[in-house]
């Protein structure tokens, strides 16, 4: 990035329901969000928990999306740019692997989405998609509609191993780079702070078979469906890494809801 290029602001729109929308801003160049993430398998968050007392004057001083309605992203009053976030992990199906592939391959920009409209809420629809992204050790979650990247898109790294997926100036997706190393049984845990190849086949088993249509054979009680969890919460259970734990409660919490006996 050449020092003119800093001084150009790109545009980005969010798309957002209730009110039906575009919330317009731009990118904080060279800028990102201070703190760790933590990923507790059905949500990533960056931001003052929802349960710590500090959370409700958060809402007071910014402007967004709620997490009981939406993917949450919050923006600053004041200034407009991004305080935080908590993203839900979509169940409808899986991302397409060249698509996935093709995102992870561009470049990253770091940079802090900046809106406009600061005076009234919105809401930010939860994607659709998701992936673990085999060999790239990253963990997508995409709008259905995401094409192959191409000049108009843009992956902006708002956070430590956290990325926006920007297409045509629009909010599509995000990614969290080494998802492991952020893995929590409960937001607010103690974050593992690394990685551990141990629970990578058991994650990316999770991953792929906690997702539609399965789901829905879940609800049906399927008897294969409940063979692949019992199966899947033997192993994590042998396992001894500290996020295993994380999978043993989500696996755990399928059982007990689908298959209670």
Known sequence: MTSNDRHIQRSLVFLTS?????????????????GVPSWSMQTMNLGPLRSSPSYMQH????????????????????????????????????VDAAVAQAWLELPGQLGIPVIEERENGFHIDPLDL?????????????????????????????????????????YCGWVLRNPLTYLVAEPG????????????????EYISVVVEPNIARMSDEDPVMRAALRSLYDRVRACNAVQARALEKAVARLLEIFYPE
């Open 189 to 204: 845990d103690p974050i593992p702070g690394g990685d551990d190849p141990r629970v990578h086949d058991l994650l990316r």
């Open 130 to 170: 998701r992936s673990l992204v085999e060999g790239e050790n990253a963990l997508m979650a995409v709008d259905a509609r995401l094409p192959l990247p191409d000049c108009s898109s843009l992956r902006l790294t708002v956070a430590q191993d956290v990325d926006f997926l920007f297409h045509e100036n629009r």
């Open 59 to 94: 809402l007071r001083d910014t402007v967004g999306s709620s997490y009981d309605w939406s993917d949450e992203l919050r923006f600053d009053k004041r200034t407009g740019r991004l305080a935080s976030f908590v993203l839900k992990l979509p169940e409808s199906g899986q």
């Open 18 to 34: 209730n009110p039906v929308k575009e919330v317009h801003g731009h990118v904080d160049l060279e800028q990102i969000l201070h």
